[in-house]
């Protein structure tokens, strides 16, 4: 069969042609072509051609089928003066050659995904600087999704692997390969470290958005530590406002809490007992840079279901034991017989109360020798009637 031009080919009429016939295409710029600056495709350059077209292969299954009779690579070189890109078949691994690798869309030739030299995925940018970088408009900008009831995204380097997973609407993350779970952000965006499931304290409403849990001494600690050239150490920071939105700073008032710490115990039935209570209290009226506290602390009696204020510390440094407005320094109440007893190791050397009948108290003076506890006392009865002595 003769040479024949693009042209020649597309007039040739049907059935002149007969499957496994080699037709070499010559004259694709012969100046004499009108049609030599036209765009190509593959549909044009087999146009009127029946059948489907084999390169090595007689039989081919495809409109172009391209085959190697040996074990060596066969593809397909595209080339300019600028360079070119290959796609070859070696067995059944097929190799895209080139530089860079760029995939557009057809219908506006924009960049979808690009594939640099330096072997960077760019998904939505066309100077990917890390292995996989995606650049978006949008607030998600990648879905990773599993048809499990379980999705992970697995992090490892050279000494080891950790995990990053979903379970339900839950954030969970793992160590090591055994997949162990260390920490979760469940649905309602609490962060549990040792638990799977959050646990109610104080009431079954009240579940605390941190919670640590172990079954050991290291697991069931929290260390916060500073380290500076500096007298500062590291604090923790309770703090209230009357605000109903994030970030308010709306002015407390008299007698609102501060903040509390609360110790509780397993009852049998749940974690809502409080055994014991230390809390910060607004103790007068709150002004710019002004905040007047109290510091009380309480304990729970036997058969008690929550605990009672046992000392405070008023914004005036004054203390009561037993006393919620104490006017001295040092106050002790009680609705009996108040009583101070003074110990030299564990055994008692002194002993003071007030009974009913008595009115006040003057002073109290403690002496201590090498040998005794001396305690001197001035107690008045009445108005005319004082009594001294020392013991």
Not at 53 to 75: C, M, N, R, W, Y
Not at 163 to 171: D, F
Not at 215 to 222: A, K, L, V, Y
Request: glycine letters at 10%; one cysteine or more; aromatic letters at 6%.
């Amino acid at each position: 069969m003769a040479d024949r031009k693009i042209t020649d080919l597309t007039a040739l009429a049907a059935g002149s042609q007969a499957t496994g016939d080699l037709i070499t295409i010559v004259d694709v710029s012969e100046s004499a072509a009108a049609d030599k600056n036209k765009k190509m495709t593959v549909e044009n350059l087999f146009k009127g051609i029946p059948g489907d077209v084999g390169i090595g292969t007689s039989a081919p299954s495809q409109k172009l089928h391209i085959f190697e009779a040996t074990d060596g690579d066969v593809g397909i070189r595209i080339q300019n003066n600028d360079g070119f890109a290959e796609l070859e078949v070696d067995a059944d691994e097929l190799n895209y050659n080139a530089d860079s690798h760029v995939f557009n869309n057809q219908a506006d030739s924009s960049e979808f995904m690009r594939i640099n030299s330096s072997g960077n995925l760019g998904l939505g940018t066309a100077s990917p600087d890390s292995p996989f970088h995606v650049k978006n408009s949008a607030n998600t900008v990648a879905r990773f999704e599993s048809t499990d009831s379980i999705a992970r995204i697995v992090l490892k380097d050279s000494s080891g692997e950790s995990r990053l997973g979903t379970n339900g609407n839950n954030i969970t993350f793992h160590t090591s390969s055994s997949e162990t779970e260390r920490a979760r952000i469940d649905s309602d965006g609490r962060l549990l470290v040792g638990l799977t499931s959050a646990r109610a304290t104080k009431a079954s409403a009240s579940i605390p958005s941190f919670q640590i849990e172990g079954t050991g001494d290291s697991d069931s600690r929290m260390n916060i530590g500073r380290n500076s050239n500096a007298d500062n150490g590291p604090e923790i920071h309770l703090y209230k406002t009357r605000g109903s939105s994030l970030g308010s700073n709306t002015v407390v008032q008299d007698d609102d809490f501060l903040g509390t710490i609360g110790f509780y115990g397993a009852d049998g039935s749940d974690l809502f007992a409080r055994g014991a209570e230390i809390t910060a209290a607004v103790d007068g009226t709150p002004g710019n840079d002004d905040m007047p506290t109290r510091l009380t602390f309480g304990t729970c009696a036997d058969g008690a279901a929550s605990p009672t204020e046992r000392v405070r510390i008023d914004s005036s440094g004054n203390v009561g034991i037993g006393h919620n407005n104490p006017p001295k320094q040092l106050s002790l109440a009680q609705t009996t017989q108040p009583t101070i007893a003074l110990y030299t190791g564990s055994t008692i050397r002194a002993e003071f109360n007030a009974t009913s009948a008595e009115t006040s108290f003057q002073a109290i003076q403690i002496v201590r020798s090498l040998s005794m506890l001396v305690v001197r006392l001035k107690v008045r009865l009445s108005a005319s009637t004082a009594v001294s002595g020392c013991w």
